[in-house]
């Protein structure tokens, strides 16, 4: 319908510029003398040029958009040039060439330098660059650019969006930390280790298929050889350093807080030589196995990029679904901004099944809890959850306020 409708715009402008020719002839014809001919003969180029740009297609433009790179942490600057060639050299008085961003970026910051307005002439090749600071987490889809062109007496304009495909990956920003990882004494209480965590290769209770972050010593390669793939030993863990996040994707003003902090801890549990696995529920449940390495960080990192908030339901609910949870012998951090005593009776249940449980409650930047959080902390504790109160700015705190 809008293109319908744009293409009877220009047969109707088309029809007023001939009409104006005719009007500015007949005044000279009937008036006669030296200013109504010159009326008419100044008149004629701007004519002219209105009707051959009329025919004159925007199809013969190319465009291509250039990125300096295409992943990028959220609060990086996007760099990008927009190149754009014609094989006719037809004058064209202006142009004006933007890159659609599309909605997840129509409100950042310096948006409109992502337009700019040319003079062309006869040149053929033009291009212009533009900055985009501060890129708000997301996958965020570049796909067309527009180009405007028409003639001085804004009588003949013709537009087109061009297709140019790009996709920007904006990973959520993570501070640097030092996990130490919690050791479980049942008639002590938690207590943090220091040292970087070595799985007990002791005794081998068996094989199973190599994962992402096995190491080369492990491989069985009698059991590779006879199955013609690559197995490894499992070996007997003594004591479980593998953690579990459950991140809250409930509707929240802090989310974005929250995702930073998950990916925080996430990076410094894998830099440890801990395994860790996620769930978070938002339009949809995910859940990523508990696993290592490279790989499981760019994995986490990616669904981190693109999750919302937009959970149906409160943290507790999805934890009481989560019964699996009851059956593996790890720590689970629960990352929130609301503290309720649902949430922590839930908590208590896994608490009691002698599993590790610590409790993320994020602030804002100087933001104090408020009278009924410090007594659902409390309450907390009796039930053997550690509650720690994260602000934004100091990550880092995090591991030190476990282990006090």
Not at 19 to 31: E, G, R
Not at 74 to 95: C, D, H, M, N, Q
Not at 295 to 317: C, E, G, I, T, W
Request: overall charge positive; aromatic content about 12%.
């Amino acid at each position: 319908m809008k293109n319908h409708w744009t293409h009877l715009q220009g047969i109707w402008k088309l029809i007023v510029l001939l009409f104006l020719v005719i009007v500015t002839f007949s005044y000279a014809m009937f008036q006669g003398g030296f200013v109504s001919w010159f009326l008419f003969y100044s008149f004629l180029p701007f004519a002219f040029y209105g009707l051959a740009l009329a025919f004159y297609s925007l199809t013969d433009i190319e465009v291509e958009r250039v990125l300096v790179k295409k992943e990028f942490n959220a609060g990086e600057t996007l760099k990008a040039e927009v190149r754009l060639s014609r094989r006719i050299a037809f004058p064209l008085f202006y142009i004006v060439i933007e890159d659609c961003l599309g909605e997840s970026l129509a409100f950042s910051r310096q948006q409109k330098q992502a337009k700019t307005f040319l003079t062309p002439g006869f040149r053929r090749e033009l291009s212009f660059q533009y900055t985009i600071d501060e890129m708000p987490r997301g996958e965020h889809a570049l796909k067309a650019i527009r180009v405007k062109t028409g003639d001085p007496l804004g009588l003949i304009e013709k537009e087109q969006r061009i297709a140019a495909d790009d996709k920007v990956i904006v990973y959520p920003a993570f501070e640097e930390l030092i996990y130490r990882p919690l050791e479980n004494h049942y008639d002590q209480g938690m207590t943090a280790s220091k040292e970087r965590v070595q799985r007990d290769t002791s005794m081998a209770i068996g094989i199973r298929e190599y994962q992402p972050g096995d190491r080369f010593s492990w491989i069985n390669w009698k059991a590779t050889a006879k199955r013609n793939d690559i197995m490894t030993k499992q070996f007997e863990q003594r004591q479980s350093h593998d953690v579990f996040i459950m991140m809250d994707c409930a509707p929240e003003g802090r989310f974005e807080i929250i995702v930073s902090f998950t990916a925080s801890i996430i990076r410094a549990i894998l830099r440890k030589g801990a395994q860790v696995g996620l769930i978070s529920s938002s339009d949809e449940r995910a859940a990523f196995p508990i696993r290592g390495g490279e790989v499981q960080q760019q994995q986490l990192f990616y669904h981190l990029a693109k999750v919302r908030d937009a959970s149906p339901v409160m943290l507790d609910r999805i934890l009481e679904t989560e019964t699996f949870l009851t059956q593996q012998n790890v720590t689970i951090m629960l990352v929130t901004a609301q503290l309720t005593k649902q949430l922590i009776e839930r908590a208590g249940y896994f608490a009691q099944r002698k599993s590790s449980v610590v409790l993320f409650l994020i602030k804002n930047e100087k933001e104090s809890p408020s009278q009924n959080e410090l007594t659902l902390k409390a309450a907390a504790t009796a039930r053997g959850i550690r509650v720690v109160m994260i602000h934004n700015g100091l990550f880092k705190e995090a591991f030190s306020e476990v282990n006090r």
